[in-house]
């Protein structure tokens, strides 16, 4: 008898369990996009081979790896992301996702997946079940996307992008709000009366000129912004990608979209600038550049 009482309270739980995740109907997602129960399943069993040791069963980012991890994994269940191509704070397009899952994030835990076709699709159908406030229902729009401007430098005028760059950069963007300097402080002044027609006074130069602010975001531990000349960078490959990234910014990070705050022409300047900062990283450059900081008066 009491084995049979405990049975009654087995049974609906062996139902759940049998049902979970175990999807019977299809899910209507933004931009219109319906999906089959039985992509979504297959969506469920490629993630748990492939993501969720970090991103977790419940899709919140604490998979059995995740612990101390840094930057944590992504929490799905939150509906936003970082390096999607879109205006900041809308949704991703599926090419975002597969992007991201098929190139990784550069220097994260987050590697290149060798996923394609079917399950590509499906995993990425997958993740948007964690956040159903965010992706489910008819009524929900995927995010708004720019063609890239043309380059109006290419690789004839490369030097001189760079030169605007530096000083846009530096002034016009004032990206030293969170990124580091690196430029000495009479170059900047300089650039400043080329610009503004002043020079800056010695107490104008913030005091974390040279340093990284770091930024609360919104995903719950410190965001880096990184020094172009030292760490390697999520979502970049080349000038136009780069491009792209100031286009929209990095949601939910701080790093806001620079799309119409400043000219399409400062914006690849900046790009070939910020590229010319990378290419720096373990070159003696770097180091006669740093000291030349450093040592400044
Ligand atoms: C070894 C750990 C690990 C595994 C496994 C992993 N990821 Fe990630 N993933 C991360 C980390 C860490 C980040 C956050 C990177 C950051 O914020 O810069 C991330 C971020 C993401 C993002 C967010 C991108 C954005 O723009 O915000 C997506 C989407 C994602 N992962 C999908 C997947 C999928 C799909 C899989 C399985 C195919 C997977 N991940 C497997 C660690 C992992
Ligand atoms: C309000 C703070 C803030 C400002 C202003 C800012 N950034 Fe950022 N930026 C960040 C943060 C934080 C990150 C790191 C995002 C992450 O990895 O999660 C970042 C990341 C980046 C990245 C790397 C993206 C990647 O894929 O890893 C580039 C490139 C970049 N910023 C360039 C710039 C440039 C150029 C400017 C000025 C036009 C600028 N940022 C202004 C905060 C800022």
Not at 202 to 209: G, T, V
Not at 280 to 284: A, H, R, S, V
């Given at each position: 008898m009491k084995n049979l009482k405990n049975l009654v309270y087995l049974f609906p739980l062996v139902l759940i369990g049998c049902s979970k995740g175990d999807f019977r109907e299809s899910k209507t997602f933004a931009g219109g996009k319906i999906v089959s129960a039985s992509t979504l399943n297959l969506g469920q069993a490629t993630y748990t081979e492939y993501c969720v040791s970090c991103h977790g069963v419940k899709g919140d980012?604490?998979?059995?790896?995740?612990?101390?991890?840094?930057?944590?994994?992504?929490?799905?269940?939150?509906?936003i992301y970082k390096f999607a191509n879109v205006v900041s704070g809308e949704l991703p397009h599926d090419e975002d996702f597969a992007r991201i899952i098929k190139h990784g994030l550069n220097g994260t835990p987050m590697l290149p997946w060798d996923i394609t076709g079917e399950k590509l699709d499906a995993v990425i159908q997958y993740i948007k079940t964690f956040a159903p406030q965010t992706w489910e229902g008819s009524d929900k729009v995927l995010g708004t996307k720019f063609e890239l401007p043309a380059d109006p430098f290419g690789d004839v005028y490369r030097h001189q992008a760079i030169e605007k760059g530096r000083k846009a950069y530096h002034i016009t963007a004032a990206c030293t709000q969170c990124h580091r300097g690196y430029e000495v402080k009479e170059d900047i002044s300089k650039f400043n009366q080329e610009i503004n027609k002043v020079p800056l006074k010695?107490?104008?130069?913030?005091?974390?000129?040279y340093t990284l602010k770091l930024q609360d975001g919104d995903y719950n531990y410190k965001v880096v912004p990184p020094d172009f000349t030292f760490h390697p960078l999520?979502?970049?490959?080349d000038v136009p990608s780069i491009v792209q990234r100031l286009m929209y910014g990095v949601n939910g990070s701080g790093m806001p979209g620079w799309k119409d705050v400043v000219s399409d022409e400062d914006l690849w300047a900046i790009a070939y600038y910020v590229q010319y900062l990378r290419e720096?990283?373990?070159?003696?450059a770097r180091y006669e550049l740093i000291n030349k900081i450093e040592n400044q008066k």
């Open positions: 980012g604490q998979g059995t790896s995740a612990k101390g991890m840094y930057p944590p994994p992504r929490n799905f269940t939150q509906g010695p107490e104008e130069f913030a005091e974390d000129l999520r979502s970049i490959t720096m990283k373990d070159t003696p």
